[in-house]
């Protein structure tokens, strides 16, 4: 390999920095998207039964194995009941449906935002932020990655939510259905808050969708214990992220008074953050700035999580354990300083004692950014398994 002069170094720089710029511009163009009439729907195109198409659209993205994908606006059930819009997009392999069907996997995505221009079914990079599709697709599965509401559709998204983000999930596998013919069988599959949403519709599936057989939860470095998640990431620059969007969604979604435990001072940083996505380099980069000066100024109650009612909401938000006959694929980062190694070894030690089979992938070297992305071909695999019918293998035990 020839030598690195600076000259070559400041052309590759440039070539990085042009394209981080065209990354940016892209996605600061999503925002009217958003807001299009695709993702709004009246009153009277709402109502009706969870699940149902509202509208639905091809789109022209390159899938894996010349897969179709279609954007898809579906009903779906709000925080108190109400009938909401929600979106997302599903993945449907090329060729004629085989007679037995093809399953589907519910792909639930990790942090993106909390406002409707960050839904990812408006990402030029969809595809790639679905970890594990091209072993899907390549499978003959169908893929159904809803949104959650308040992505895309014109509400604040209730990030962090359980309950939400599972009836979305729940609904995307009907409204997958509906659009293909697919039999009720599915599995979910999610990282990061994704992987909470994934615990969340083990939860509420036999409740709110009885109608669907769920053979397997798989989540890697889900959000677990959030009191917890929170405390431990409080003085880190992605835990001050974390920690700005739920006090600000959550003081939308829940009424919870933001005002007793963030500073004046820091009000218009939470709410600059709140409004930017977290989909490429460039969002990244582009949040530093702010996130910095939180470390200046930002929580007037440190302990925020230990005081109502934020406490309540942490600890609603929180998974319990599953119905024991669900089987659970559980993948961890030893190097994931947001999700700590041991809240994840803690949750599946819960599961084991409920009853549940739990396997355990730990990677020790990965962080929380690549949790998903190197363990998604071991999920994809133990989800086939469970498709197959064989027996769940179970880490429960093993110490």
């Known amino acids: ?64 194995f010349g897969a179709s994908v279609v954007r898809v606006l579906y009903r779906s059930t709000g925080l108190h009941g109400e009938p909401i819009p929600v979106s997302g997009a599903v993945i449907i392999p090329p060729g004629p449906m085989p007679p037995e069907g093809r399953p589907i996997i519910a792909w639930a995505h990790p942090t993106t935002g909390v406002v409707p221009r960050c839904a990812p079914s408006l990402a030029m990079f969809l595809i790639q932020q679905i970890q594990g599709v091209r072993e899907m697709v390549g499978r003959g599965y169908i893929v159904a990655a809803t949104d959650y509401p308040g992505l895309g559709t014109p509400e604040t998204h209730p990030y962090l939510v359980g309950e939400s983000e599972a009836r979305a999930v729940l609904d995307s596998v009907r409204a997958a259905r509906e659009l293909t013919g697919a039999p009720a069988r599915f599995a979910v599959w999610g990282h990061s808050q994704g992987g909470q ?92 700035g702010p996130t910095r000066l939180l470390e200046q100024s930002f929580l007037a109650e440190k302990d925020f999580y230990r005081i109502e009612p934020w406490r309540e909401l942490m600890a609603k938000n929180t998974p319990g354990t599953l119905p024991p006959h669900i089987p659970v694929f559980l993948a961890q980062g030893g190097a994931d300083g947001l999700v700590r190694p041991q809240v994840t070894r803690d949750y599946m030690k819960r599961l084991c004692a409920a009853g549940s089979k739990v ?41």
């Open 1 to 64: 390999m020839g030598q690195i002069t600076d000259a070559t170094r400041g052309l590759y720089l440039l070539r990085v920095l042009v394209a981080l710029c065209v990354i940016g511009i892209w996605f600061d163009s999503t925002a009217a998207l958003a807001q299009s009439p695709f993702y709004r729907a009246p009153q009277p195109e709402i109502a009706g039964r969870p699940g149902t198409l509202i509208r639905q659209e091809t789109l022209g993205l390159q899938a894996p």
């Open 197 to 288: 949403a994934a615990l969340f519709t083990g939860m509420l599936a036999k409740s709110y969708a009885p109608e669907l057989e769920l053979i397997g939860v798989a989540a890697a470095a889900p959000a677990t214990e959030l009191g917890t998640l929170l405390a431990d990431d409080i003085d880190t620059n992605g835990g001050r992220n974390l920690t700005a969007m739920t006090l600000w969604s959550w003081s939308r979604v829940f009424n919870a008074p933001i005002d007793r435990v963030v500073v004046p001072d820091a009000m218009p940083v939470v709410d600059r953050l709140a409004g930017e996505c977290i989909e490429s380099i460039y969002d990244i980069l582009r949040r530093r």
């Open 359 to 399: 396997q355990w992938v730990f990677m020790p070297s990965v962080n929380h950014g690549f949790a998903a992305r190197n363990s998604a071909q071991a999920a994809v695999a133990w989800m086939a398994d469970r498709f197959a019918g064989t027996v769940p293998p179970s880490d429960c035990g093993s110490g």
